[in-house]
């Protein structure tokens, strides 16, 4: 099946209601329309698989359902095999491994996502334009902060993709920062 992106977003609004849920999914989105644009991929179909990728998490949580439930159903409706693959390749416990760039992104900019936005809201501003990149790898070691946040799985994402980890940080930040308003952020 062909899937448009409003569709995409249709499904993301019936599945998930908490505000935090949609701004992450949001957020990747963001993060993976920037890197389908810089790798010359098809941006609409990034931003489907980054938009979509938790779609469960908020019924089914656990790591027996999540994201076995969301690619199940993403399954019973059509959906490209390839962005059920994608989905289900960015838990590490799926065991489904990561081969294309498209899933290797997504993995890698996922948690980073989270941590980033743990980044803004402490900013008075609550902007991205405020975040150093420098500074977000430093609070990469502060352990108390962001806490649920992986970071090995930060790392292990830029060195997957072959991206020096301060760039990849730079690029996502970037990339949030120009969609900030949209995604709630950016307002004293
Ligand atoms: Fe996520």
């Known amino acids: 099946m062909e899937v448009s992106y409003d569709e995409a977003k249709r499904i993301l609004n019936e599945w998930i209601k908490s505000d935090a849920l949609l701004k992450h999914s949001f957020g990747v989105e963001t993060a993976m329309r920037a890197y389908a644009k810089k790798y010359g991929e098809d941006e609409e179909s990034w931003a489907i698989v980054g938009l979509l990728h938790d779609l469960d998490y908020e019924k089914h949580p656990t790591k027996e359902e999540h994201p076995f439930k969301a690619a199940e159903y993403l399954k019973s409706i059509d959906f490209p095999p390839f962005m059920i693959k994608a989905i289900l390749s960015h838990a590490s416990y799926t065991n489904v491994p990561r081969e294309t760039l498209l899933e290797k992104t997504l993995f890698a900019v996922d948690e980073l996502v989270g941590f980033l936005f743990a980044c803004a809201y402490v900013q008075p501003d609550k902007s991205f334009r405020s975040v150093k990149a420098e500074s977000v790898k430093k609070k990469l070691k502060d352990k108390a902060f962001a806490r649920s946040v992986n970071r090995e799985e930060i790392r292990e994402g830029a060195e997957t993709l072959g991206i020096d980890?301060?760039?990849?940080?730079?690029?996502?930040?970037?990339?949030?920062?120009?969609?900030?308003?949209?995604?709630?952020?950016?307002?004293?």
Request: glycine letters at 8%; zero cysteines.
């Open 165 to 188: 980890l301060l760039e990849h940080i730079e690029f996502v930040r970037k990339a949030l920062s120009e969609n900030e308003e949209k995604l709630g952020f950016g307002k004293i």
